[in-house]
């Protein structure tokens, strides 16, 4: 999950961005760190991060301004991005060394990969420059065992992820279709039609994702300052990699509804209990064909009815601290099942700075120790990055966003990366507005993506005035 395994090895390369390497946003903090911690201290932390697995009844945990959508919106994009085949079992990491064999560009290289020419087996042999897809439109192409025939097998991880992106196939099939001028060659046509979708997808990131995860003030500086700004080729940080952008873990919720067809809501847990358990449609596991009755209503993760996501926090849901085999390997030991314990040692392998110095690196008040390691049993001192981020959303976020030295990081990241790629619309036409047809003129959101799609009529949900804005 998220690098721990060698998958992705049909390497992509973007039109002006080529796979390459991480890097560190802040190498000279890498000497003040001195937070060494063992598997102890590391199993007390990742311990006190255990939320439970609340019933749909408890709405303690409700998120009022991320829907539950966007946390796997988060992990689509994720994939988009990054891909480190580095094994969890390497102890050091060289993170100059380090391959992401993603470019670092939100342009769809996990649904394109390397093309119709390259990768016929994504596309419909009978219309090359569409997407293939099940039979029955409801799922995945896939092979006779099942294997999801994608650019990215991460995104058949869960059947939510691997349903956003039969979306997003649906959605380039429907701009190529309808929104491209069909005087033009295929080649031409397809061209225009993945301009279309990348673009839209970026004002997407930028426009809903990234307001409602780190707030509109703080995402308004960041575009006006620009704090970021790679002198070179572009990279993926692992301050953002590894730390930053793992807060979308700590949003997953136990279980999901998953539609309410015939006004009768069906659920599923995210995964059960048992990381062996037989496939059945208690649980939203991927890597099989989709059961009809999991298939996704997306007025049920996007739009104003849509379930709330879970806080952004300290506490996990039980149901990732102890992953099934369709996630990690079947012989995992149960130690190395958790996600919590997955992320320290990761960020302890990379070599991390700790939270309290990039914040006094950024010039952000540190948390003060109470309020750092409240519920640790012997919590004190310097703190994991990935962990302070999501104490510090919890405490100062009130867990409904990223503030600090996470909403910073990752705001500064995507902007960065966006206008460092000569094909993003925020680099070659900043003053570009969305031009397929949505609820509003000039807007575009994943209600719009869905609508168009399917013809579904989600109703929309602005940004402006969420709760917990900053």
Not at 289 to 302: K, M, N, Q, R
């Amino acid at each position: 999950m998220h690098g721990f395994e060698n998958r992705g090895w049909d390497v992509q390369r973007g039109r002006f961005a080529q796979t390459g390497r991480f890097g560190r946003l802040f190498p000279e903090l890498r000497s003040l760190t001195e937070f060494k911690p063992g598997p102890t201290e590391l199993g007390k932390v990742g311990g006190a991060m255990d939320g439970g697995n609340p019933p749909p009844t408890d709405t303690s945990q409700n998120n009022p301004r991320i829907k539950a959508g966007y946390t796997f919106l988060g992990q689509f994009i994720d994939h988009d991005l990054t891909l480190d085949t580095t094994s969890v079992l390497e102890q050091q990491i060289d993170v100059n060394a380090t391959h992401n064999f993603r470019t670092p560009a939100l342009e769809l290289d996990s649904l394109y990969g390397l093309g119709p020419a390259v990768q016929p087996f994504l596309y419909d042999r009978h219309n090359r420059y569409r997407f293939l897809l099940a039979p029955d439109g409801q799922d995945l192409p896939r092979n006779s065992q099942e294997a999801a025939l994608i650019g990215d097998p991460r995104n058949d991880e869960n059947i939510i992820v691997s349903q956003l992106h039969l979306l997003f196939l649906k959605f380039h099939n429907k701009v190529f279709n309808d929104h491209t001028d069909p005087s033009l060659g295929d080649q031409e046509r397809f061209e225009a039609a993945q301009t279309l979708v990348r673009w839209h997808y970026q004002w997407i990131v930028l426009n809903e994702f990234l307001p409602r995860t780190i707030g509109t003030k703080t995402l308004a500086r960041i575009l006006e300052q620009v704090p970021l700004v790679y002198s070179g080729d572009a990279f993926i940080p692992v301050e953002f990699s590894v730390a930053a952008y793992r807060f979308g873990h700590s949003q997953v919720r136990p279980g999901y509804l998953v539609h309410r067809r015939d006004g009768t809501p069906q659920g599923a847990a995210l995964f059960p209990d048992q990381p062996a358990a037989a496939f059945d449609i208690g649980d939203l596991r991927g890597g099989r064909v989709v059961p009809p009755e999991l298939v996704i209503d997306w007025a049920t993760f996007f739009g104003p009815s849509a379930q709330p996501g879970k806080l952004i926090d300290t506490k996990l849901s039980t149901v990732v601290l102890r992953l099934p085999d369709t996630v990690v390997p079947p012989d995992t030991p149960d130690s190395q099942r958790s996600l919590a314990t997955r992320n320290l040692q990761r960020g302890l392998d990379a070599r991390l700075p700790a939270g309290q110095h990039v914040a006094c690196y950024l010039g952000i008040p540190p948390l003060d120790e109470e309020t750092l390691w409240a519920g640790v049993d012997g919590g004190e001192g310097l703190a994991p990055l990935w962990f302070y981020i999501l104490r510090e959303a919890e405490a100062r976020g009130e867990g409904h966003r990223l503030a600090g030295v996470g909403a910073e990081i990752v705001g500064r990241v995507f902007v960065a990366i966006l206008l460092a790629d000569r094909a993003s619309y925020l680099a070659s036409n900043p003053s570009w507005t969305p031009v397929l047809p949505g609820a509003a003129p000039g807007r575009f959101t994943m209600t719009d993506l869905a609508n168009l799609t399917l013809g579904t009529e989600i109703p929309s949900e602005e940004t402006d005035g969420l709760p917990g804005d900053d």
